[in-house]
């Protein structure tokens, strides 16, 4: 497929810089393109290498149109402009409507006929799939799942019982939906299991990353909302709700019944502690530790980068000693006959 | 199902204030529940939501009875008592006995005719399972594995070659268990596998959550105590023995040979090193690392609350000058004539 | 099987203090060893053990070996050579070449002879699975997968369209090679799904733990090197890079597009933040956050380790007023007349 370069600012409402006629077939990186090749700018990171390249066109924006050396897409949002773009030229192959013979669905099962079922899948009683839905192979849905429209979800990933997911979810390969909540009570001599009886639902146009799981509620439906993006790895503890739109990289994990707001960012290996608030709009900054609801949107922090070790050894040191550290500081505000302003409280 | 709250004063041993004769169908949130539900209160957050709650009759302490608008059950330990009502009121659907046709087991292994295995389920040769035991959908169960009566195994769980698991255990989707331990050898040029002959035993009633791996030993076993339970996403290296009845949260990690005592709670994401000993009855909070063995009980912490970003921007760019600062102290203290404070290790 | 440690010092290049005729069977650690065993002392930890074991032979370093009580396998690398002999003594149960007839293969995949597929295993079009390589059972491979010869995929291993790994490659269960990576363009009312067009490209003798995410290239591939040891849980983001050799331990994170050089030591639960690069032999401790790039090899940390909780928040209290105490140790330098060394930036 190749698509003339007038076209694409047509359709994507770009401003073109260059010939209109001439045609591109693929995407490729600044660095790796060649003239049949889009590339796109949108990380400043990569601006050196828009000098060199030799792809046949570069989306970018206004102010770094003067420095491309090749014809130009100009569009307020590259990125999402370059997203379009690389959906049209490369689009996803198409799966053949059906059941594979080798899948095994319940005879109470509702499949629409647009839909198709990889091999090895395994669908329980009473699920409803809907149209043009990709369950991939070796997938296992428990009794009563629900799968909205155009959902595509990946090979090998349970979805258990009762679990609703609604339109365009996509979901990655061994993605867990639905598993128990982790719920003991602690009694004599050991742990109660404390059943867990709720669902989760998943809105529309929701992602989940590749090995992420997702508990049931306890006693409510853990909850999902629209547009939510959830990369790999993750950890969503039973009650939890997400609000619309909220993204959360790699490796982080919510713990029970706390709410995150709508449009939140939340970096890699973050932790959230229980039963908080998380109010909309904040943004969460890698490997912070979220020990107290947040009620300003806002930006968050909690990780210190790494140092090299004699030197990271010695302030460690330091951290351990700065009890004593502020003692001969009062010590000598005392002799010096000021007003120590050591305060009292230690939170 | 519905079951007089008089009923379930005398199954339970709890006080009952109230009618004894009005039924319940099911449990509810407090802030959820209606006259046919039951609710329960046992975390301080909610109490608020006691005085306006709708329930039929609430389970609750002592202390709280007094403000509790609806029929009470009294119980030192409300939670617990919840927990076993919630399965009285909810029972799990029960499984088929049988093998499913989808399945594929090899004829040398010995099912239990109470048991089931789920479609496209692979059990290996000579595998041992018990009464009552459900394996999953997608299961694959390695040569010679043994499961304990009345185990549970989600859907899609690997249990590799000679894995035993005691009696109630249940196994949550995507768990891994006997996978190799992660032993290389330096050597010119390299790493040498170094063989993972070991299994893993798993003790009576323990948990294992959604995605949570668990190596097979180097040469002798990995061992879970009986109550163990572990929350999803949790790493057991190889070697690693744990005592009985504690638990973990989401996203730990225990590396190789480490043994951990009984009864000790373990927060989320917390990081435990190499060959330590972890006493009995620790409890270590969120996001830790535990760098040393620990000889005493008690609580241990390691992590830092997150704050506001540009705050915590000041914060640590003053732990990364918090040597210039002892040094100014320092010289403080020698231009006041005071002997200096400063320790000089840096451990 | 038995062997003579005569016959272990000539293959294995040891020099051998002791009986040559004397004759072990299996390997067991110092502790539990019986007089057919063969033990191994590498760690310093286990020094203690050596006086009192009853192993047949013990491999160990020269200087150990004066206080062997057994017989002594002196090797300059004791862990790499017990590797070997734990190997040969050991040797993994063949699998049958062939395809289970629960398998499913598309009729456009080619299966060398001597491969094995294992029971309900999907294996798809045009994928080429070299000599000798083992597939578990209830593994999905994508279209267009290439697997080099002598591979081992565990049970429930995912591998996605295009992704090609080299020979000798090990794969344990859970793992997924090749979901999508996380790109997501932000846009008026949501994100707009990035396609992720490139592959993984895996080398020659990698391993990669149970339940490792691996994503696919945005635009070209992820690409992890020969000899590249990847332990449980970890995830490897989109375009990322590891060089030769580099080791990584559990629950750690790369980011998208950061490149690792050769033979670097990631211990557990590291953050790497995207689009970094990472010099050849870095060291980076557990738990440390990598948030700059590093240009010279040593080693680097980041972590804390924990303490007693009540000592703990005494010095969080003292991390979140180092500000203050800044503050006061200016006033006191102004007071005596001294000038600030207070440095004004905060980074």
Redesign the interface.
Known sequence: MSIAVGELAVRFGCELVGDPDRRVQR???LA?ADPDSLAFL??P?YRRQLATTRAGVVVLDAASASQCPSAALISA?P??T???I??LL?P??PARPGV?P?A?VDERASIDASASV???A?IGAHCRIGERVQI???C?L??GVEIGADCLV???V?I?RGVRLGARV?V???A?IG??G??????A???????Q?GAVRIGD?V?I???T?I?RGA??DTVIGA?V?L???I?I?HNVQIG??T?M???S?I?GSTRIGARCMIA??V?I?G?LDICDDV??????????SIKTP?????????????L??????????????????M???R??G?ES?E?R???
Chains 1, 2, 3 share one sequence.
């Open positions: 995407v490729a990186t790796a949108a990380n990171q949002n990125y999402a370059y997203a379009r690389a959906a490369h996803e192959p594979h080798g095994c990889g091999a090895q395994v991939g192979a070796g296992v428990g009794e990946h090979p090998r349970t258990e996509r990655q390969s061994g867990v598993s128990d982790f719920g003991f009570a602690r009694d001599g050991g742990w109660v299991v404390v059943p009886l146009d992602e990353g590749a090995n799981t508990d006693i409510e547009g993006k990369d790999n790895h950890q503890a619309e739109h993204v990289a790699a490796c994990g713990s890699g290996m932790g502690v039963h943004i969460i900054t890698g490997m912070s530790m979220v020990a107290h806002g930006v968050y922090s909690g990780g210190i980068p790494a140092a090299p070790a004699a990271w050894r010695r302030l460690a040191a330091r951290f351990r000693r700065s009890e004593a550290l502020a003692q001969r500081v010590r000598l505000e002799a010096a000021m302003k305060d409280s230690h939170d």
